[in-house]
């Protein structure tokens, strides 16, 4: 029989060690956030008294820390409708060499994408410092409420919703600045903190096709870096190797390199990669059963 078990990872500390102990810096935004209380996730162990093994299934990324686990392997594989811990997928991210070297192996269908990882330097702090005074004629510069972000996922078009989990994080932990055309009131662009945590941000930046090559996007992301500034948190950015848009973006804005990392993830049959598809249901059978503190246990029989 194949067992794992499904935890609450708010304030779950055997949980946060076991991803920190990966020692790894790129999208600890992402991470982390959900062991802090502050976005929602399905987190799955092989064990929730001792922790060996875990998948960490959030908005967009899911993560993998610790040791391969065969029984959250065979789960994966798969991808339970009663679990449903797939609704958001994009692609899995392992944080130990591990889960690198044995979900390629036991998933063959998934593909490698190499990823960049960026941390904002000094130099472009400062920069950033001076946002204001480059705003274009005949374009607004608005603070990123749900209302507004709601918006920006229609006019630019954005997928604000997906990343974050919901609109009201804009009430709460989030932030984020929008581009309007004075005249119409259109979203033109928008860049917003994708990934929160205590002690850094990761940034989403989007620009309507009409308006690019304006400097909308290097503005709005400058005006996301002040802000962090004054909040005293650090700002990263992550994009495809192949984006080479994004990396440029990254480099323009003073965003320093750090190491790269891997995502793995099931192309769309037609488009292929970078295009992503969620993985369908084998249908076998994983039933779930309530345990003491919170603890759902899934099992399936082998």
Known sequence: MSTVYEIDPAGYAAGRSLFEAATVTFDRAYWIAPFEGDCPARLFVDDPADPKS????????????????????????????????LEWFYGYVPLTPAWRETLPAAMPDLF????????????????ASTWRTRIPAGIEVRVLDP????????DVPEEIELLIGSYDRFAGSCFGYAAIDSHSGRVLG??????????????GVGTAEVARRRGLAKLLCQACCDRAA???????????????????????????????????????PEKGMPHRRIPAPSGVEWRATPQPNGVTRWTRDS
């Open 230 to 268: 004054a909040l005293g948190v650090e700002v990263t950015w992550d994009c495809d190797r192949v984006n080479t848009a994004s990396g440029a973006l990254a480099e323009s804005l003073g965003f320093v390199e750090e190491a790269a990392f891997v995502e793995l993830a099931f192309p769309d």
């Open 112 to 127: 490698r994408e190499d990823r960049r990882s960026f941390r904002l330097g000094v130099l472009g702090e400062s920069d």
């Open 147 to 154: 209302l507004l972000a709601r918006q920006a996922d229609t």
């Open 190 to 203: 928008v860049a917003y903190t994708a990934g929160v945590c205590q002690q850094e941000v990761n940034l």
């Open 54 to 85: 875990a998948l960490l299934a959030r908005t967009y990324d899911y993560f993998l820390a610790g040791e391969a686990s065969p029984d959250l392997i065979a789960f994966m594989n798969d991808a339970p409708v009663a679990a449903n811990p």
